[in-house]
């Protein structure tokens, strides 16, 4: 099956105003989305300077539209807005705005996919201009550039393969895998996760060092955050929270007194955080939704300029 | 300069040194540590192994190797428990585009270690279903509350015999109409990306998370809630789950008493075949060491500062 079979053989989707069902004109579409879409960048790039802002809000405002109507329009609690038929004109209208999240919320996908697309030509333009130029460090540029166009041929060589060509499911096996397999999987898992992991790990140096030299206790608030990080360090070493708790235990059948049972490390620890710990999170987390509530109505109603330069 | 001193200015690379050591030392002798696992483990364990033989389950896996001490075990540990469930499960990634890769791998590692030991053999579009990456988090966690059918229309699967299925004709999904027939929700992830399934779908499936321990603290607000039904942290959260799949929650029993011991629920049982105890027993020895090691930094660190001040006041 090569690509173009491949879309092809899409099924049949549910139809709404908001989506048809491409069936065997799939083709069609897609080029007419090609063409639709190559045309809308031509007329965005010819749009005055002192108006590109107006364009940006305005496609922000109505990609936000759809989620801020379905959240407030008022609708029945177990709606189903594929299955169900609306009773009236209100139920109508809150279909058709509900029925607008789905198809919104795959252009936002496929937008996010361009982003990459956008971030990937950023980075070859500016390490491209690096090397031409000969600028400082051009070299790791170039080793960037290197990697980026092995691993990208590599990756696609081997999904090629996997997708289209392999009819058996036999890549599957490590034993059947050609070369370009093996080097996928070298790139992939051998290098480049690996670094990943490398990269990641040299934080518990940073901690360590961090320790040793900056954890000073120089006040009641550092004796405080000490003593509560303690016990929560301690209760993660199972053995001695396993130890420490016996010994509660033989204590408490001694003394016959069960009040002892909350000096237990994870009983304790438990308390700091559920007493201490959750709340405080919650309080950040309730100022941290307050501010992205502000800064999303901003960006929404194109009260934020920052960021957005014509 | 007396020894406080030198103390306070020990060379770095010194620290780093003691700390490979240490580290190294503990991952050659995987210990079985006794231990009591967290409410939060309990609750996850018990949630998942509540689930009827054949559920069907959403696995959203947003962590790559930079966390894989700790997101690999989870992820194994998860897939070990939904084979033995004979579990039905989707997986895609919301959060970071290498993570469906690293999935696959792990996965396909599972598959393999089941079938050397005789289990059945887990088989793409059949048992589970690989959707990949979903590059826009929060539009895809809101599309699916509103329309699963629609959110991964025309997406295809793998067939055992190497052919393609649509996803919505396969044994995983065909009975599957909208997420309230999606039986739980699990996000193992390194990030924020179970904030945004939270607020998204919390509300219409039920969810469980496995998180590393930087996330952990963040998603415990919405544990306390009932938000999310149960949460493993870290490498605790990983060991914790292994020594449940071992010890089951009031099952097991030692001299009379019980293993794993929790008054939330009734008997749950242990996993009572193929691999348990894996990689967090294998790393939580070095957890104890490098903890250990951590916290004798900062008493001493405090020591020689304290000391190296009296010093200095007594020579004034």
Known sequence: MNLMQYMLA???????????????????????????????????STVPTNLRKKVIFTFTFLAG?????????????SADFTNDIPRNKGEEIGFFINQAVEPVGT???????????????????????????????????????????????????????RAFVDQTGAL???????????????????????????????????????????????????TVMMASALILMLNLMGALTYAWGEGINNLVVQTGNPFLMNFKLNVFADWLRSTMQIPAIRAIDFGVGLGALAMGLRLWLGLEKGGVTA | MTIWEKMQKVDRRILYAILVVCVCVGLFFP?????????????FYAEVMKLEKGSTV??????????????????????????????????????????????????????????????????VGEDYIDLGFFPNAEATNTTMGSNLRS??????????????????????LKDVKNIGDIDMMIVVTASASIDVAI?????????????????????????????????????KGVYDVEYMMVNGINDVEVEGQKVVEWDKVGKVDRVSEGTTFSRGRAYYGTLHVALVLLILAVIMGNVAMFASRRRKGDAV
């Open chain 2, 58 to 123: 959403i696995i959203q896996t947003d962590w790559t190797n930079s966390t894989r001490g700790e997101s690999m075990g989870h992820f194994e540990n998860l897939m070990r428990l939904m084979m033995h469930g004979d579990h039905k499960f989707v997986f895609y990634s919301a959060a970071d585009p290498a993570a469906p890769q690293v999935a696959r791998t792990v996965l396909a590692r599972i598959v393999a270690e089941r079938k050397g030991q005789g289990l059945r053999e887990y088989k």
């Open chain 2, 199 to 235: 607020q998204r779908l919390a509300q219409k499936v039920p969810i469980t998370a496995m998180v590393t321990g930087v996330t952990g603290p963040g998603v415990l607000p919405f544990y306390q809630s009932g938000q999310v039904k149960g949460l493993a942290i870290g490498l």
């Open chain 1, 172 to 222: 599957n096996v490590r034993d059947n895998w050609q070369p370009v397999n093996y080097a996928q999987d070298l790139l992939f898992e051998g290098i480049y996760q690996q670094m990943d992991s490398a990269m990641f790990s040299m934080i518990a140096f940073f901690i360590l060092s961090a320790a040793y030299r900056a954890f000073r206790i120089r006040s009641v608030e550092a």
């Open chain 2, 31 to 43: 210990t079985t540590i006794p231990t009591d696992p967290d409410p939060s483990s309990k609750s």
């Open chain 1, 107 to 161: 252009l936002t996908n496929i937008l996010g996919g361009f982003l990459l697309g956008v971030g990937i030509f950023s980075l070859v333009r500016v390490h491209s201009i690096r090397i031409k130029r000969r600028q400082e460090n051009w070299g790791y540029s170039l080793v960037l550039l290197a990697s980026f166009a092995i691993m990208t041929v590599v990756g696609f060589w081997d999904w090629r393969l």
């Open chain 2, 151 to 172: 959110v991964w229309a025309n997406r295809k699967s793998k067939t055992p015999t190497g052919g393609e299925v649509d996803v919505w004709q396969t044994p995983v």
């Open chain 1, 65 to 77: 539209l759809p989620y801020v109507l379905a959240f407030l329009w008022p609708r029945p609690i």
């Open chain 1, 10 to 44: 899409q099924q049949a989707i549910e139809e709404t105003f908001w989506r048809k069902a491409p069936g065997q004109g799939l083709i069609l579409w897609v080029v007419i989305g090609l063409a639709l879409g190559t045309g809308l960048c031509f007329l965005l």
